[in-house]
């Protein structure tokens, strides 16, 4: 199953505590208690929760995209776990944000609009360089996982 997303396009966003070099966290559009909050540069507000749904530890394979709008974008495919993880949240979280975090930086906040599969863009990695550096992130994962 492949999910739908809208896709809050990001700038100036400030980091997340240390963790993974990509992760894909909860987050809500209205104030919660204990989360931290980040302001988007087109004006919306998020509160985004610590704890990661799914990391690059849970990526299968990647592999280098293009966005809609031609920009470089990466798709990534979890394991059986990490599509769990994703489809179970994402399946009651419709019409809410996700955080994606790359090396420890909110690139995109995309809206959830159905539930999550298997497959994943990650728009707002940066330039062509940006987005290869990191499917070589993840396939270094995924060989030191074999």
């Not at 209205?30 to 919306?44: I, K």
């Not at 906040?109 to 940006?130: H, K, N």
Request: aromatic share 8%; hydrophobic share 45%; proline share 5%.
């Amino acid at each position: 199953m492949v999910g739908i997303l809208i896709t809050v396009v990001l700038t100036g966003c400030q980091a997340s505590s240390p963790g993974d070099a990509f992760s894909v966290k909860p987050a809500w559009d209205h104030q919660v208690q204990g989360l931290t909050h980040y302001s988007l540069a087109n004006g919306y507000d998020i509160w985004v929760q610590p704890s990661p749904i799914v990391t690059m530890s849970d990526i299968e394979k990647a592999w280098i995209v293009k966005d809609n709008l031609g920009r470089p974008a990466a798709m990534i495919e979890f394991d059986a776990a990490g599509t769990a993880r994703i489809s179970r949240f994402t399946s009651g979280h419709v019409q809410q944000p996700v955080a994606v975090f790359v090396n420890d930086l909110l690139v995109s906040a995309p809206r959830v609009q159905s539930e999550l599969g298997s497959r994943f863009m990650v728009m707002g990695i940066g330039d062509d360089a940006a987005v290869e550096q990191f499917i070589a992130n993840c396939q270094a994962q995924i060989d030191a996982s074999d």
